[in-house]
């Protein structure tokens, strides 16, 4: 109704506008242009729907505020240096825990590094594994978290499990030189990939070291033969990283 009631009034509009001859018309001409443009505004107001919500988008901001997945660190301390880790006891915690379980019990302290395999002569892609061979001090066997599951990848610095068949692992594991992602296994199942549990975020000079060490043709496992280190490195313990307490706040002035 209201477009079509302001389109009538355009015609005499319009010839009040373009007489010279009357001046004072004119003026009065003007007043109902304007008037006809706030009429015509508010007929549109009318018609026009309302415009959606804009979406609601998470700044940027508060994703970044998420806390991150809980890790527990700990320091590999070897003859050829320090290599501290990040355990992931939330996203790996059958994996991350039973690691801490040897360190609290200490029952990795006097393992080795014992075996490096590089995947490519520049030495950009191996791994270096390292663990408990006692079968005394070894606890039993833990079920598989695959990567498909926990969401963690054989990146450069992760540190995984070392297993024959999926829920054997015990007390094995090696750290990933390079991006290594196809030991993460498929989602279908057919290859469940090896369990991810953590990375280094302090160290990959020393394992990148050990990788370079002279290597011996003998090997129990002819799957290892040329891949076991000739001197295995000494790891003489492996503990938590204890935080640092906060400073104890400064005692108050008294007033004179």
């Known amino acids: 109704m209201f477009r079509s009631d302001c389109a009538a009034l355009l015609p005499s509009a319009r010839q009040l506008v373009y007489d010279p001859r009357m001046t004072k018309i004119l003026r009065i001409s003007g007043t109902a242009m304007l008037l006809l443009g706030v009429v015509v505004s ?11 919500p804009a979406p609601t988008e998470i700044p940027a901001a508060a994703e970044a505020a998420k806390p991150a997945p809980a890790t527990v660190a700990v320091i590999i301390h070897s003859t050829m240096g320090d290599v501290t880790v990040a355990l992931e006891v939330e996203r790996a915690p059958i994996t991350a825990k039973n690691f801490l379980r040897y360190v609290d019990s200490k029952r990795f302290d006097n393992i080795t590094w014992y075996r490096a395999m590089k995947l490519s002569d520049d030495g950009k892609y191996g791994i270096v594994q390292g663990g408990q061979r006692n079968p005394q001090l070894r606890y039993k066997t833990i079920a598989h978290e695959s990567p498909t599951v926990t969401g963690l990848s054989h990146v450069d610095g992760a540190i995984s499990m070392g297993r024959l068949e999926p829920g054997t692992a015990a007390a094995d594991f090696f750290v990933v030189v390079g991006n290594l992602i196809t030991m993460d296994g498929t989602t279908d199942g057919k290859d469940p990939g090896y369990a991810v549990f953590g990375h280094v975020t302090d160290g990959m ?15 129990s496992n002819p799957v290892m033969k040329g891949q076991m280190i000739k001197d295995p490195v000494k790891i003489i313990s492996v503990r938590r990283v204890v935080p640092l307490a906060a400073p104890a706040p400064a005692p108050a002035k008294k007033k004179k």
Do not use: K, N
């Open 42 to 52: 508010m007929g549109w107001a009318q018609e026009m729907p309302a415009p959606p």
């Open 205 to 219: 000079d020393v394992i990148h070291a050990i990788m370079d060490l002279p290597r011996s043709e003998d090997a």
